[in-house]
T-cell receptor, first 113, second 114 residues
Framework: AQSVTQLGSHVSVSEGALVLLRCNYS??????LFWYVQYPNQGLQLLLK??????LVKGINGFEAEFKKSETSFHLTKPSAHMSDAAEYFC???????????FGTGTKLQVIP | DGGITQSPKYLFRKEGQNVTLSCEQN?????MYWYRQDPGQGLRLIYY???????QKGDIAEGYSVSREKKESFPLTVTSAQKNPTAFYLC?????????????FGSGTQLSVL
């Protein structure tokens, strides 16, 4: 069974609008959760990670995510989209053990001027 | 600057041919990984290595082989047994075995079949 699910393979927003990218995880896995971003023809880089110290996690480039155990969700948000945010975003979960990371299928974000 | 270098950026394979993708890191990380990325499927783990001279199969190891003779290097060979090799291949590393440690990625190699 898949450990993390991203809803929506493509999301389009207008420049300046709210960005919301959805991620739900399987409740059977430990909540070691991550968001990565991938720009075209490049590797992934970490946006933020959940460390259990706080449910609202702030990352780079103005992104943040809220861990909601009751909803098994870890959605990524940004108040105001910028053209440079156009990329593919991956939610990931560590299944426990030594770096057994499972990635979601990704969401491509398009920002419309 | 420290980082992960993957080469080549683009690679073409003829039928029946083995090809090797290079991955070198100067981050002094113990763990290294190979992922395969296909459109709409996310990343899938091929092999990983926690220490020199040791490596483990990931979720899709069939048709691939690796070696870890040096801490800095973790080459991936795509063998002729891999019947659908066209994909974007990503190498990654991490410094610690803790579950919330982040992965550092190279810029990838696009492999295509001629």
């Amino acid at each position: 069974a898949q450990s993390v699910t991203q809803l929506g393979s493509h999301v389009s927003v207008s420049e300046g609008a709210l960005v919301l990218l959805r991620c739900n995880y399987s409740s059977s896995v430990p909540p070691y959760l991550f968001w990565y971003v991938q720009y075209p023809n490049q590797g992934l880089q970490l946006l933020l990670k959940y460390t259990s110290a706080a449910t609202l996690v702030k990352g780079i480039n103005g992104f943040e995510a809220e861990f909601k155990k009751s909803e098994t969700s870890f959605h990524l948000t940004k108040p105001s989209a910028h053209m440079s945010d156009a990329a593919e975003y991956f939610c990931a979960v560590n299944r426990g053990g030594y770096q057994k990371v499972t990635f979601g299928t990704g969401t491509k974000l398009q920002v419309i001027p | 600057d420290g980082g992960i270098t993957q080469s080549p950026k683009y690679l073409f394979r003829k039928e029946g041919q083995n090809v090797t993708l290079s991955c070198e890191q100067n981050l002094n990380h113990d763990a290294m990984y190979w992922y395969r990325q296909d459109p709409g499927q996310g990343l899938r783990l091929i092999y990983y290595s926690q220490i020199v001279n040791d490596f483990q199969k990931g979720d899709i190891a069939e048709g691939y082989s690796v070696s870890r003779e040096k801490k800095e290097s973790f080459p991936l060979t795509v063998t002729s047994a891999q019947k659908n090799p066209t994909a974007f291949y990503l190498c990654a590393s991490s410094s610690d075995r803790s579950a919330n440690e982040k992965l550092f990625f190279g810029s990838g190699t696009q492999l295509s079949v001629l």
